[in-house]
């Protein structure tokens, strides 16, 4: 998927667009657009078709006959109404009915509007809010170029080259935000690309440097050398008659669902990794008697992640030295990721698919089969309940609100991992200045118990030398971060427990503990002396080191398949290490983050996390 978004061109004949491509020439980067020239005859074949059983009286619906509930009446201007349905549709919603009327012989289609919220021109300003975002109009455009490139739809091969040459010159027409449910088609946002096409006055096109344009001018910018189109029979229809503004911002908003589907599957294992958690929540055996593939993919991905972390080899390490330090289980936000990702991701998945599928099918009414010389009518669209067009449709998709619906829902998902991923890499240098200070309270508290506790004042050894071993096991179990900012503190529990320790060998000593020279008690406030003049500065040079760089121990996320995530949010983006003393606020970091996204540059680094996964679980043992 990532491959085809960064091909330098997408090259279209009707039946192989993916949504990496339509995000790909959305996005407006340096994606340029062909047409296979093999599509061209079949096209030709269409429109002439029109043109000839338009000359032969052929009665046909949208090219001699009104449209919708006025589809009973006749005209033989087809080129005519199909200038006229573009103009009223550029004037208003597309909740209609229409009137179809002779007045000697000319057709005149009057649109009574139920809801007349947008006008001749209902564009506003162009930057208040009410236009149609320049991603998605040209998602639109490439989407309907493609499902015209089939030859059903009776239009000009040269029409769809015009449009390929707005996209590769990125001019692109301003559509409405609002006017359509994606009902049979977006027509009122379709109509105002063909708007441009035929030079309509009220036409505006955003320019390369995002000034506005006329009709005119956008052409002259994009080096279209012919004039502007004068629709023939059916060129109208054919082109408003679409689901493409819907599919295509659907396409873009899928495109972005399904790489931050897997982003969030690997976020979840770098969780696991920061929390010291137990990876047997990722077996392949769990999540493969459930048979749900989006639960057996997440865990598998989470699984890769996670084998040969150091994170989780240290966490069982911990695990062995105190099996009570933990709870038998992981929390279940930890434990349950698969099977709660995984249902997001069979949608994904299965939305992809279905978008695919109609952003190569030909939705248009009607469907001319030119081989067979025959009409087909159909309907367009895939629908839900609704009522549109004074009840004439019934059921309808609601297909752009649900994509533009779905792209609020798509920036607010990366509002959310973009601030995970900067807890994250903050949860990882708090676990490198963890194991730092640990490292230097254990040798701090091995060099004083070595000092004050191993021999007695006459030079021969004390029973209290004993208590070293369990001095630093003591450290082991103890949470640094519960005693790091005054590790000598007694109100503190790292203090209170190695003064336990020592009080417990006292109490073993039996009668050696009643001379001074043998005793472990007497020994308690010598070594607590000791260490209260040298503890807190170890510690704050450990602090001062991983802040500085020149920590003794190596972070361990460079020993990581999760690295390459780290490596982008603390390396490439320069986010800083949050402390008490900076003044910079954790939302500072987060939008660096958050503008990366946006902008792509986090998938190179995911996919780099997974670069050694063959796509399988591991096997099962």
Not at 13 to 32: C, F, N, P
Not at 302 to 318: D, Q, R, T, V
Not at 578 to 600: H, I, W
Request: negative net charge.
């Amino acid at each position: 998927m990532v491959e085809e978004y960064r091909r330098p061109v997408v090259t279209m004949e009707g039946a192989s667009l993916t949504i990496a491509m339509v995000a790909a020439v959305a996005a407006g980067a340096d994606t340029r657009v062909e047409l296979d020239e093999s599509a061209r005859g079949r096209v030709k074949e269409s429109s002439d078709w029109v043109m000839n059983s338009m000359a032969n009286g052929t009665d046909s619906y949208g090219v001699t006959t009104g449209f919708g509930a006025t589809s009973h009446r006749r005209t033989k201007e087809g080129g005519a109404l199909q200038r006229e349905l573009i103009r009223y549709e550029l004037n208003h919603s597309n909740f209609w009915s229409s009137i179809f009327v002779h007045e000697y012989r000319k057709p005149y289609l009057f649109l009574v509007c139920l809801d007349r919220f947008l006008n001749a021109g209902a564009l506003g300003t162009g930057s208040d809010g009410h236009v149609l975002p320049a991603a998605t109009t040209r998602a639109a455009m490439l989407v309907r170029v493609n499902t015209l490139l089939q030859g059903y739809s009776g239009i000009r091969f040269e029409v769809l080259e015009t449009i390929a040459t707005l996209l590769n010159a990125n001019v692109t027409p301003c559509l409405p935000l609002r006017g359509t449910i994606t009902t049979s088609g977006d027509l009122v946002p379709l109509s105002y690309i063909t708007g441009l096409m035929t030079g309509r006055p009220n036409s505006v096109a955003t320019a390369p440097d995002g000034s506005k344009v006329n009709a005119a001018e956008a052409f002259k910018i994009a080096g279209i050398q012919h004039g502007f189109f004068e629709l023939q029979p059916k060129e109208g229809l054919a082109m408003v008659n679409g689901t493409t503004v819907g599919s295509g911002l659907a396409s873009m908003v899928l495109f972005e669902a399904n790489i931050l589907g897997v982003l969030a599957e690997v976020l979840s294992a770098v969780f696991c990794e920061v929390m010291n958690g137990k990876p047997e929540y990722t077996d392949h055996l769990t999540h493969k008697l459930k048979h749900h593939p989006g639960q057996i993919e997440a865990a598998a991905i989470m699984e890769h992640i996670l084998e040969g972390s150091s994170y989780m080899m240290l966490a069982k390490k911990l695990g062995e030295l105190d099996p009570l330090m933990k709870p038998k289980q992981d929390r279940y936000a930890l434990r349950t990721s698969p099977q709660w990702l995984g249902p997001q991701i069979e949608v994904i998945r299965a939305a992809t698919k279905s978008i695919e599928r109609e952003i190569n099918s030909v939705n248009d009414n009607p469907l001319i089969d030119a081989p067979a010389a025959r009409l087909s009518m159909v309907a367009t669209s895939r629908a839900r309940p609704s009522s549109a067009e004074q009840h004439n449709q019934d059921v309808n998709s609601l297909g752009l609100i649900s994509s533009r619906k779905t792209a609020e829902a798509i920036d607010i998902l990366k509002l959310m991992s973009s601030t995970f991923m900067v807890a994250l890499c903050q949860a990882i240098d708090l676990r490198h200045l963890e194991e730092n200070v640990k490292n230097a309270v254990k040798n701090c508290v091995k060099m004083v118990a070595r000092k004050t506790l191993s021999t007695n004042d006459n030079g021969h050894l004390n029973n209290a030398r004993l208590c070293e071993k369990d001095l630093l096991l003591t450290i082991d179990r103890e949470a640094v971060f519960a005693y790091a900012d005054d590790p000598c503190s007694t109100n503190y529990p790292l203090m209170q427990k190695m003064r336990a320790v020592l009080v417990e060998h006292a109490l073993a000593n039996g009668e050696a503990e009643r001379d001074m020279q043998t005793s472990v008690f007497a020994k308690l406030a010598t070594f607590e002396q000791e260490l209260h003049a040298v503890l807190p500065r170890e510690v704050e040079s450990a602090r001062c080191a991983v802040e500085n760089g020149t920590a003794t121990q190596q972070n361990r996320i460079s020993e990581c398949r999760s690295y390459p995530l780290y490596r982008f949010v603390r390396k490439e983006l320069r986010t800083e290490y949050l402390t008490g003393e900076k003044t910079r606020s954790p939302g500072e970091e987060v939008d660096k983050v958050f503008v990366a996204m946006n902008q792509g540059k986090h998938i190179d680094a995911l996919l780099e996390c997974l670069k050694e996964w063959n796509g399988e679980p591991l096997p099962i043992c």
